[in-house]
């Protein structure tokens, strides 16, 4: 059974940097199958895809052109788990976060969601 | 960016009674493997979404077979056979066919 176990700040400040952990078990982030995934979700915007990371004999990531020069998606092969680091947040990146795992054409886990706030 | 658009927007129900969504792309969803990348999700309050049908018409793993998905190139329907009260939720369809992956606005499903 895969599980996807989300950990990072509630609270981030204007301008500062957002990051978020997603902790794989059951599954390997370097799986030739799979790709990982960043969404986010608020009363705005909806449901939004961020961005994705995956390994086919080497690694590749795609992000959204909305956020695309503030992003960053890394896989942490050592410890089982991508991260998701945005930049320069403003108040309009206050939403709830999920990651999840993609295969076979959907999004079959995800993690528990994060709410992150973004206030000074 | 693809387009995703359901109807309708709100869906109160009748339990035992069936039920529609509609969900319409702005670009066909069909690859060339001949398959649709059309899923669709049921978010319950307080919780992630789910995957229900994937590949348009595939009911994923646990899912009960009251529901059911169909459709083809730009027209989808997920269908409810019978509602219970524990599909109470919002629903979701989402485009795989190309990145940025995305969703419709949701649908409301609520019980009369």
């Known amino acids: 059974q895969v599980q996807l176990q989300q950990s990072g700040p509630g609270l981030v400040k204007p301008s500062q940097t957002l990051s978020l952990t997603c902790a794989i078990s059951g599954d390997s982030v370097s799986s030739n199958s799979a790709a990982w995934n960043w969404i986010r979700q608020s009363p705005s915007r909806g449901l939004e895809w961020l961005g994705r990371t995956y390994y086919r004999s080497q690694w590749y990531n795609d992000y959204a052109e909305s956020v695309k020069s503030r992003i960053t998606i890394n896989p942490d092969t050592s410890k089982n788990q991508f991260s998701l680091q945005l930049n320069s947040v403003t108040p309009e990146d206050t939403a709830v976060y999920f990651c999840?795992?993609?295969?076979?054409?959907?999004?079959?886990?995800w993690g528990q969601g994060t709410l992150v706030t973004v206030s000074s | 960016d693809i387009v995703m658009t359901q109807s309708p927007l709100s869906l109160p129900v009748t339990p035992g009674e069936p039920a529609s969504i509609s969900c319409r792309s702005s670009q066909s969803l069909l690859y060339s493997n001949g398959y649709n990348y059309l899923d669709w999700y049921l978010q319950k309050p307080g919780q992630s979404p789910q995957v229900l049908i994937y590949?348009?018409?595939n009911r994923a793993s646990g899912v009960p077979d009251r529901f059911s998905g169909s459709g083809s190139g730009t027209d989808f329907t997920l269908k409810i056979s019978r509602v219970e009260a524990e599909d109470v939720g919002v629903y979701y369809c989402m485009q795989a066919v190309e990145t940025p992956l995305t969703f419709g606005q949701g649908t409301r499903l609520e019980i009369k």
């Open positions: 999840g795992r993609y295969r076979d054409g959907h999004i079959d886990y």
């Open positions: 590949l348009a018409s």
